[in-house]
């Protein structure tokens, strides 16, 4: 309910839970509680109300594929594990990734380990199986696309100082749980950004990383 930009709960001493309710019925239930000479109460409504899911205003799986995409490419180059790619999925879904691709042992939709985690994501965003990473990259490099790998390697641009440019349409390259991208794919890549880590570990979860360098990217094209 919402009065001079200001929400109120009606809250009532007498219930447990606060009431809430529109402006008219708000005033026929002060009537009646002064004419009854009850205790009632005007609580400011609570401060960042969490949202439902129905309030969030997402579209539906079939207004999504009529979106525009971002210029944006992932590229999974070896990845292992199910629950990555789900990860990844629902990631990629959610900043309106281009399209992925799956390359080498990288596990394809429909499974019920990606599933688990794609939470429904494998349908909405565009996705293709390759055997051979570095051909793939050869392919979108031949078609005008710039090859990122994010990658710790030498040379590497931080993420933080990576500038990007909105003519341009980059494909991501991430890499395995345990051997990272190929070093024939870094090597032919146009440029390697890292994400720096100021911890023990040595590196990021894979979707862990696809989320900081896809949030990172989407930001920067933004503002640019
Ligand atoms: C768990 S890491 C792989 C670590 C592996 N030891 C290696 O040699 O790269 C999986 C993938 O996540 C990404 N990643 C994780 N941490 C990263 C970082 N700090 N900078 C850039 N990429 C990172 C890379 O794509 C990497 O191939």
């Known amino acids: 309910m919402t009065h001079k930009n200001t929400e109120f709960v009606l809250a009532l001493k007498l219930t447990a ?10 005033w026929s239930i002060i009537g009646k509680l002064e004419r009854e000479h009850l205790p009632l109460n005007f609580l400011p409504r609570m401060k960042h109300r969490k949202l439902k899911n129905s309030e969030l205003g997402r579209p539906s799986p079939s207004e999504y594929q009529k979106k525009s995409k971002s210029n944006v490419i992932i590229v999974l180059d070896n990845v292992r594990s199910l629950n990555n790619v789900g990860s990844v999925f629902r990631t990629a879904e959610a900043l309106m990734v281009n399209k992925i691709y799956l390359c080498g042992i990288t596990a394809t939709p429909p499974h019920k380990d990606i599933q688990k985690t794609a939470l429904g994501a494998t349908e909405s965003v565009e996705w293709e199986y390759r055997k051979d990473t570095l051909e793939l990259v050869q392919e979108l490099k031949n078609s005008g696309v710039f090859v990122v790998s994010v ?44 994400i720096p880590q100021f911890g023990t570990k040595h590196s990021f979860n894979i979707s862990v990383s696809v989320g900081v360098v896809l949030w990172d990217l989407f930001s920067k094209m933004k503002s640019s």
Not at 17 to 26: R, V
Not at 166 to 193: C, H, M, P, R, W
């Open 151 to 194: 990658e710790q390697a030498e040379n590497a641009q931080m993420l933080d100082e990576f500038e990007v440019d909105t003519t341009l349409t980059y494909a991501l390259v991430f890499g395995n749980e345990v051997k990272g991208v190929q070093q024939d794919v870094v090597s032919s890549s146009n440029t390697v950004i890292e």
């Open 17 to 26: 839970t606060p009431i809430y309710c529109d402006l008219s019925t708000i």
